[in-house]
């Protein structure tokens, strides 16, 4: 059985697709951290990578700068959250109900904005905000340059827009990260690109228990659909999974 993102009304998939069984060069894998379950370690390679590059590759995030996370309990973010508190920078997240409070809790983040009842402006006035992760969209990025330091970095993962950039010019360099100056800040969209160096050092602090895999919701293939719909709902508390044969 196979399914097809395109078979599904989704503004977030354009292509790709799930299938029951998937062939995969032996280059392009790693051992399943011991400490995880198959669930778990299926929700790690996408949304961990993503993170990981977001942060080290493009942000140089390192101890002691600000990191805020904008859509705190999404599948992504979460692993932002648990990637800035490793390497020692203060984290702030945004989220509006008490479940994502209770989950941002857990992962230690060091303040929570409610963004239902005020403004990143206001709330961070007296913050010197180093490095944005925005796993929201294009309007929070806007909100976001009032925030950032004047030699910040917004990492911008969800619009396929940034700035003026059109859509169509972001797919012809599917593969390359996207670098515009607003206002004096610097603002990044980049495709995450499978790499087992990274894979393996996340798996190897997944088994030491300095990251941990959070699960949103769990299906079985034969209920891809309710998935994709849950996904597109938003306001995930982790990452959704889908259950392959035999799971």
């Given at each position: 059985?196979v399914f097809v993102t395109k078979a599904f009304s989704s503004k977030r998939s354009t292509d790709g697709g799930m299938a029951e069984y998937a062939k995969a060069h032996f280059s392009k894998m790693i051992p399943k951290p011991q400490s995880l379950s198959y669930v778990e370690a299926a929700s790690v390679p996408l949304s961990a990578?993503?993170?990981?590059?977001?942060?080290?590759?493009?942000?140089?995030?390192?101890?002691?700068?600000?990191?805020?996370?904008?859509?705190?309990?999404?599948?992504?973010?979460?692993?932002?959250?648990?990637?800035?508190?490793?390497?020692?920078?203060?984290?702030?997240?945004?989220?509006?109900?008490?479940?994502?409070?209770?989950?941002?809790?857990?992962?230690?983040?060091?303040?929570?904005?409610?963004?239902?009842?005020?403004?990143?402006?206001?709330?961070?006035?007296?913050?010197?905000?180093?490095?944005?992760?925005?796993?929201?969209?294009?309007?929070?990025?806007?909100?976001?340059?009032?925030?950032?330091?004047?030699?910040?970095?917004?990492?911008?993962?969800?619009?396929?827009?940034?700035?003026?950039?059109?859509?169509?010019?972001?797919?012809?360099?599917?593969?390359?990260?996207?670098?515009?100056?607003?206002?004096?800040?610097?603002?990044?969209?980049?495709?995450?690109?499978?790499?087992?160096?990274?894979?393996?050092?996340?798996?190897?602090?997944?088994?030491?228990?300095?990251?941990?895999?959070?699960?949103?919701?769990?299906?079985?293939?034969?209920?891809?659909?309710?998935?994709?719909?849950?996904?597109?709902?938003?306001?995930?508390?982790?990452?959704?999974?889908?259950?392959?044969?035999?799971?």
């Amino acid at each position: 059985m196979v399914f097809v993102t395109k078979a599904f009304s989704s503004k977030r998939s354009t292509d790709g697709g799930m299938a029951e069984y998937a062939k995969a060069h032996f280059s392009k894998m790693i051992p399943k951290p011991q400490s995880l379950s198959y669930v778990e370690a299926a929700s790690v390679p996408l949304s961990a990578l993503t993170a990981w590059q977001g942060l080290f590759d493009h942000a140089k995030l390192k101890a002691g700068q600000t990191l805020l996370v904008a859509g705190g309990t999404g599948p992504t973010a979460i692993w932002a959250i648990q990637i800035g508190k490793m390497v020692g920078a203060r984290v702030i997240a945004t989220a509006a109900s008490e479940q994502s409070f209770k989950l941002l809790k857990s992962l230690g983040i060091d303040q929570v904005i409610n963004y239902k009842e005020v403004k990143l402006e206001s709330a961070l006035a007296s913050e010197n905000v180093d490095v944005v992760f925005n796993a929201v969209g294009d309007e929070v990025t806007k909100q976001t340059l009032k925030v950032i330091s004047e030699d910040g970095i917004i990492i911008n993962i969800v619009d396929t827009t940034v700035g003026d950039l059109s859509k169509e010019s972001v797919r012809d360099r599917f593969r390359e990260p996207f670098f515009r100056k607003e206002e004096g800040r610097t603002v990044v969209f980049f495709i995450v690109d499978m790499n087992i160096q990274q894979l393996t050092e996340i798996g190897n602090l997944l088994d030491e228990g300095k990251l941990k895999a959070v699960i949103g919701a769990v299906y079985e293939f034969k209920d891809v659909v309710n998935a994709f719909r849950q996904g597109e709902a938003g306001h995930a508390h982790g990452k959704i999974v889908v259950k392959g044969p035999g799971l």
